[in-house]
């Protein structure tokens, strides 16, 4: 597609259910990567995928996270027994290897919401 | 330790007048710099990056930013702020910069820009 496309929007969970979060880059794009944005703070990463490459998952919070991206296609990141610290806007960003020349493209989110 | 500072939490200005925000950034070697803004309810769009080359940037809607390599700054400009720029910026650097090494940006912790009319 012409952007990085994130799905659902919006999600509200009750607390110890889990919750799936989609990111569906944009095609050809190599690089994906997953970052938290909780309410009035900065972006924190936490996944990286590179083609076939081993992930770098050095900034998922918990075991309670998990992500998983098939080839260069999709990503799914799955929050398991949701707590209400993990009410945040989740955004998932696509780039081409040579990200110097070409930067880093976001989607627009997933508010997640935990009550 | 490495990170990014934006000391700027909330910055108010009026429409028309001159904008700097600020941004610094401690790395042993020049990262990767970029600024992006986040409009409510929407992804963030980049508006400059900086790799190499010509410190002064230019970028989308009117903004610049400058590199100061002795002050590892990194601050974003706009001559004259039209409300629409009323939204949250965010300084970001990427520490690998160059090789075939990835990009894991880290951000700094945003600024909010309001502007009256």
């Known amino acids: 597609g012409a952007g990085v496309s994130q799905s659902p929007s919006n999600k509200v969970t009750e607390k110890g259910k889990d919750v799936e979060l989609r990111c569906d880059p944009i095609s050809g794009h190599t690089a994906l990567y997953w970052y938290r944005q909780r309410l009035g703070q900065g972006l924190e990463f936490l996944i990286y995928?590179?083609?076939?490459?081993?992930?770098?998952k050095s900034g998922l919070p918990s075991d309670r996270f998990s992500a998983e991206r098939t080839g260069e296609s999709v990503s799914t990141l799955t929050i398991q027994r949701t707590q209400q610290e993990d009410s945040a806007v989740y955004l998932c960003?696509?780039?081409?290897?040579?990200?110097?020349?070409?930067?880093?493209?976001f989607g627009s989110g997933t508010r997640l919401t935990v009550v | 330790a490495q990170s990014v500072t934006q000391p700027d939490i909330h910055i108010t200005v009026s429409e028309g007048a001159s904008l700097e925000l600020r941004c610094n950034y401690s790395y042993g070697a020049t990262p990767y710099l970029f600024w992006y803004v986040q409009s409510p309810g929407q992804g963030l769009q980049l508006l400059l990056k900086y790799f190499s080359g010509d410190t002064l940037v230019q970028g989308i809607k009117g903004f610049e930013a400058e590199f100061k390599r002795s002050q590892s700054s990194f601050n974003l400009r706009k001559p004259s702020v039209h409300w629409s720029d009323a939204a949250e910026y965010f300084c970001?650097?990427?520490?690998?910069?160059?090789?075939?090494?990835?990009?894991?940006?880290?951000f700094g912790q945003g600024t909010i820009l309001t502007v009256h009319p």
């Open positions: 970001a650097v990427d520490p690998f910069a160059g090789g075939t090494s990835y990009g894991k940006l880290t």
């Open positions: 995928f590179q083609g076939n490459s081993a992930p770098d």
């Open positions: 960003a696509s780039s081409l290897s040579d990200r110097a020349l070409h930067g880093y493209t």
